[in-house]
C-alpha cells in the first residue's frame, strides 16, 4: 500500500517534470468550468464488493473522485452528480439487496464502475428486468460480459488469459500451457477453456489444472500442472493465490523448467516486491490496461483526479484506473445528451447504448457500448514482465486474435468501428 | 498393545494400502512419488493445527475456533514489522507473542465467565471471538498480496523426486517434536498431572485443590504459541491471507477428531493420512475437483469407527 | 385436543407477531428491506430447527446452514430441468433434505455432546466444498446443471409474482413450520424428547423408541432447512455457494444460543441479528471489517451474560414489570410456546 502511493506520488512528479505541463496537479473533469454544480442531484450508482476473501473497492473510489471532480466542475449542465456506492460483501444477499436498493428504491439512472465477482451474477437479470445500463469496472466473471445490460471497462479473465497465451505462443514459442485455474465455472474453467480452445486452434494444445478458493494447498494444483507435459504456466488465478503458486513453484525450483504467464491480476505493484528476486525476470504479464509507465494525458489527469478528491489510502491501481474510465466515459455521454432527459434512466439507458468510439491513452482500443447479449469492449492490451521493483513493457498494444470475439469483431463492423 | 489396537493398525495400514494403491494405480511411480511427498508436506500443517487445538481441548475442555485467527494476527504483525525493517527473528518472535497476548486474554478473562456452559457453546463463543481478531486484522491491513519468506525457504532436500524445503521439514519434525514434547510435559511434571486431572475430571479435581485457573492459564498460554508457531508456518507455506489462515482451523479440527481430541499421536498421524490422500486425489479424474472433502470424509468415518458398538444409553458426561 | 390447539401467551404473541409481519411489513419497507425480510424468514425456519434439537434434546447441529444450500440446489435442479410449480419443487426440496437430515442422524445414534456436533461440522465442511466445486445449478446442461452467462429464469408461486406477495408466501410457511415443531412438541413425539433430553436410559425403560424419536427430530430439522432453502432460492432466484460455508452453520447455532433457542422469539432475535444487524450495518456505512467485530462482541456478550438467551432475558423482565412471579420450574415453564 505504501509502495502504491509512494509510486503515484513518483508518476505524478515524472509527469509534472517529463511533460513540462505543470497540469498534473490540475485535474480535468467534465464540463471543467471550474465551478462547483448546484441544483438537484442526478442520482448515480455503483456497487463494490469489500470484505474478508478480497477489496474490489478500488474502482468506486477512483470513480467517486472522478465525479466528486465533475461536480467541483461544473456538474452536468450544472447540476451534481450524487453517487451512491453499496457494498455486496461477496455475499448474495447482500448484492441483491444493493441492487434492489439502487435500482429499485432508488431513481438512479445507472450504476458505474461496479466492481465484484458476484454481484453481476445476482442482479444481471434485475437489471435487464429494470433496464438499466452498467458500466462496469472490475468485472471477473462470465455473467459481466455475456449479459444484455453490463458493460465492463476492464478484460476480465477470458481475453487477458488468451492475451497472455497469444505473447507465449508467438513470443516464448509455447506448444503446450496447463492454465491453473479456480474451480469456480463462470471464472475459473470459463477463462482457462478459453486459453486451451486458442492453443488448439493454433496447432498446440493445453490443459487445465484447478484450485478450490477455500483450499489451503497450491501445490497439487501446480504438480498437476507439472506433470501434464506443458511447457507454459498460464497462472489464472487472484493475486494472492498466484503469489502461493509462485512460491511453491520456486520450492521446487521449476522457474527454468516452464514459461510462466499470468492475466492481470500479477500486475499489481506490490507484486514485484512480494515474489521475489527468484522470479524477476521470468513471469510474464498481461496488462488490461496502459502499464503505469506509458503515462500518458488521460493517467496524468487520473492521478490528478484521484491526488485531489480520493482518499490517500485508495489504490491506485489498475481497477481504479478502469474506475476512472467508466466514469468519465459516463460523464461524457451525459454531457452531450439534451439536459432534459438525463433524469430518464430509460433515455440513459439507450444513450449509454449509443457510446461508441471514445478513446483514452489508458487503453488500447476504442470503448464502445452497442445493444447486443454480449458486452467486451476492450480486448486488447499490453505485455510486460516482472523485474525488481515494477514491470517492464515486452510487447506494446496488441489485439487478441481469437475466434472468440467474432461476435465482437461483427458487432464492431456494424457499429461502424472497424 | 492389545489385539483391538493391532487389528485398528492392521486395518489401517490396509485401507490406506489400499485408497493409495487405486488412486496410483497405472501412474509413473515418479508421479505418484510427488504428490505422496507434497500430501506430507500439508498433511503436517493439518496436524499442527490440530495438535494446538487438542492440547488446550484436553486441558481446558475448549474447542479453540479462534486460534486460526490469533495465528493470522501474528502473521500480520511478524509481515508488518519486516516491511519497517526489523530484524527477521524479532518478526518471528513478534508472531509468536501476538498470537500468545490473543490466545492469553480469552483464556484469562473470556473463558472463565463460560466454565459452567456445555463444551459446544464454550467452541461457538470462541468463534465470535475469532470474528472479532479476524475482523480487526482485516481493518488494520487491507486486501493486498503479501507474502512472508523465511530463509529456511531457499534450503531443501529432494525427497521421492519433490524438492522439500528445509521450512516443511521444520513443520513436520516440530509436530513431532511438540508430540514428545507434550506427552512427556504431562506425564513427568506436575502441572502435567494436573492437567491430566483436569482432563479427566474438573469437579473432583477442583475438590482437590488443583489450582485450576492456573493450570488452565498455563494451557492457555502454551496453545497461544502453538497458534502463533502455526499462523506463521501457515502464512509461510500456504498463504498470507487473514481469512484463510483463519479458517484452517476447521480442516485442523478435522486432524484433531483422528485424535479423538485426546490422542496427539493419532493426530499427527490422522493429519499426515488426510494430506496424502487429499493430494492423492489428484491422480483421478473424477474426484480431483472435490479433493479438499478429504479431511472432512475422514474425520467423518473416524468419529464414527472409533464408537461403533456403543450404545449411548448410559453415558455420563460427555 | 383441546390440549393440542390451546394458545398459550407467548404463542398469541408469535401469531400476532406472525400476522404484523404477514400484513404491515410488505405495506411499509421498500424493495431493499422486503429482501432482507425474506432472507430472514427464511433463515428463522432454518434457525428453528436447530434451535428445537437444542432445546428439546440436547443435540448440537452445525449442518443446519448446509442443509439449506442441499433444499436450495434441489428446488434449483428442479426449477431449470422441468417445468412444475413451485410448489412441488418446494415439497420435493424439503423431502430431500429431509433424508439428508435422516443420514445425519445416524451418528446421531451413537454420538452426543461435543462429537455430535464435530460429526455435524464435518459434515457441513464437506457440503461445503461440494457446492464450492459444482456450484448451484442456473439452468446448464447435465447433472449439475451449471452454465456460463446469465442464469435461467426462475419461476415463483403463482401466487407470490412479486416481491411483496412472496414475502407473505415465506412468512406464511415459516409460520406453519414453528406450528409443526409446536404440536409435535405437545404430541406423543414431543414427550418422547423430553424424557430422551432427561435420560435415555430413562427414557428406553418406559418403552420409548430412543432411535425413531432422535431420527425423526433430525428429520424436521432436515425438512426445515430445505425448505428455508428453496425459498431462499426463491428469493434471489439463484444461489451462491459462499452463502453455504460451514462456518455460517456454527454461527447460526450460536445465534440460536444468544437469541434463546427454547422460544419462538430467541429464533426470530437469532435471524435478525444474523440477517438484518449486518444489513443495518452495512445500510449505514459502517465498514464490513467493524462490522465482524461488532457482530463478533455482541455475540459474546451474549453468550456470557445471557444464559436463556435474550428471550429467556426479555421474558423475565416482563415477567417482572407484570410482577408474576414465575413458580415453574426452568425445564417445564408452559409458557415457551414453540422453541
Known sequence: MKLKTALSAAITLAGVTAGGQALAADPMCGANTGEAASGDPILVGGIHGNAAPGDFSAATDAAKAYFDCVNANGGINGRPIEYIIENDQWNPELAAQAAAKLVNDTDTVALVANGSFIEMAVNAGTYAEADIMVMASACAISECFESSNIVSTNQGPLPSNLGAVMYAREELGAENIACIGLNIPNNGIWSCEAAINYMEENGGTGSMALINPGAPDVNSALLEAVSSGADTILINQPAGLALAILKAAEEQDLRDAFNWIAPTPLYDLSIPDQVGEYWHGDVYVNAELAPFQVNGPDAQNWIAVMDAYARPEDPRDTFAQAGYLSAKFFTEMMLEMDPADVDDRAKVADAIRAIKGKTSDLMCGPYYVGDADFHMPNHAGYMVKIIEGGYEIVRDCYEYDSSYFDPHLKLEAEMGLQ | MTRTQLWNWALYIALMALILGWLGWGKPFKIQGLFLASGLAVGSLYALGGIGMVVLFRASGVLNFSSGAAGAAGAMTAWQLAEWGVWPPATWLACILVALAITLAYGRFLAPRL????????????????????????????????????????????????????????????????????WAFLAKTAIGLQMRSLANDRDLSALLGIPILKVETIAWGISGVLAGFTGLMFADLIRLEPTVITFMVIPSIAAAICGRLDNLALVLIGGLSMGVIENMLTLSNALKGARPIAPFVIAAVVLLYSQRGTRLTFGGRE | MTRLL???????????????????????????????????????????????????????????????GVGGWVMLRLNHAYALPFEINLIVAGLVTMVFGWLLALPALRLRGLYLALVTLMAAGGLEIIFATFQFPNGGEGFWGVKTGSAGAFRRPALAQSAEAYFRYTVALVTAGFLLIEFHRRLKPGRAWALIRRSEAAAMSAGVNVTLYKTWAFGIAGLLAGVSGAMLAGSLGLLDDATFRASESIMLFALAVVGGARYWLGVVIAATLYRILPALLNNWGVDADLSFVIFGAGLLHAVITAPDGIAGQLGDLLRRVVRRPSKDTPEDRPKDAPA
Open chain 3, 6 to 68: 390451546r394458545v398459550t401467551p407467548s404463542g398469541a404473541a408469535g401469531l400476532a407477531f406472525a400476522a404484523f409481519a404477514f400484513l404491515a411489513i410488505p405495506l411499509l419497507a421498500g424493495k431493499l428491506w422486503l429482501s432482507v425480510f425474506t432472507s430472514t424468514a427464511c433463515f428463522a425456519m432454518a434457525c428453528s430447527g436447530v434451535a428445537f434439537m437444542y432445546a428439546r434434546l440436547g443435540m448440537v447441529s452445525l449442518t443446519q446452514v448446509g442443509l439449506m
Open chain 2, 115 to 182: 466454565a459452567w456452559r456445555e463444551p459446544v457453546v464454550k467452541a461457538v463463543a470462541t468463534l465470535g471471538f475469532a470474528l472479532i481478531i479476524l475482523g480487526l486484522v482485516s481493518f488494520l491491513w487491507i486486501d493486498d498480496p503479501r507474502s512472508i519468506t523465511l530463509p529456511t525457504d531457499k534450503m531443501g532436500i529432494k525427497f521421492l523426486g519433490l524438492r522439500i524445503t528445509v521450512t516443511r521439514l521444520i513443520v513436520f519434525f516440530a509436530s513431532i517434536g511438540i508430540v514428545i514434547g507434550i
